[in-house]
């Protein structure tokens, strides 16, 4: 289900809806001091692109119920579209 992905933001799983899928919960989620800290921010961004690349993640769609397939993939893009964003700035 949509609220079993790890998407790349704080807060419990129940929480877990496409509203909390803003650019600066995932900048925050990303660069926070607590994640990664011996890691770069840009390679942490760059491990998250890998991550949720559309090529990679196609798999992980298989997985998910037909009802929140759309749901997950709109999610996965608002992700790669803010990782992409944090890695030109």
Not at 11 to 20: E, F, H, K
Not at 52 to 62: E, G
């Amino acid at each position: 289900t949509f609220e079993r992905i790890p998407w790349p933001v704080a807060g419990t799983p129940l929480d877990r809806t496409l509203d909390v899928l803003r650019p600066e919960a995932i900048r925050e989620f990303l660069l926070s001091p607590t994640h990664s800290p011996d890691v770069p921010p840009k390679d942490r961004i760059r491990a998250a692109l890998r991550r949720w690349h559309p090529d990679k993640f196609a798999r992980v769609l298989t997985q998910v119920m037909e009802s929140d397939r759309d749901a997950v993939t709109e999610g996965m893009g608002i992700v790669v579209r803010c990782l992409n964003g944090m890695l030109e700035r």
